[in-house]
């Protein structure tokens, strides 16, 4: 199973980025019985859950986000997006997609958001 995230890039606080991943090798049934979720890891510090959604669609953020992110999945494509809203350069890290479940924990290689002030 592959997990390949895109999306990231430069923005100015304030603005917005898309953030999606991909899965490949896993079929739709599997991908949708997994949590999925976007983690975080800034330089020098450790990484964080930023959101998650359940396979029932319960969703789940860290109090940082302030209603600013949106988690959603596309099972159909195999595919989780993070819509990020109203950017801080507090957000400024790499990205990580995950899907897990009691018997696997899978990770995207992450793509780096920077947002400059």
């Known amino acids: 199973v592959h997990l390949v995230e895109s999306g990231g890039g430069l923005v100015q606080a304030g603005g917005s980025l898309r953030l999606s991943c991909k899965a490949s090798?896993?079929?739709?049934?599997v991908f949708w019985s997994k949590r999925k979720a976007w983690y975080r890891q800034a330089p020098g510090k450790q990484?964080?859950?930023?959101?998650?959604?359940?396979?029932?669609?319960?969703?789940n953020y860290a109090d940082f986000v302030e209603g600013r992110f949106t988690i959603s999945r596309d099972n159909s494509r195999k595919t989780v997006s993070l819509q990020m809203n109203s950017l801080k350069p507090e957000d400024t890290a790499v990205y990580y997609c995950?899907?897990?479940?009691?018997?696997?924990?899978?990770w995207g290689q992450g793509t780096q958001v920077t947002v400059s002030s």
């Open positions: 090798g896993i079929i739709t049934s």
């Open positions: 995950n899907l897990a479940d009691e018997d696997s924990d899978l």
């Open positions: 990484r964080e859950l930023v959101a998650a959604i359940s396979s029932g669609d319960v969703t």
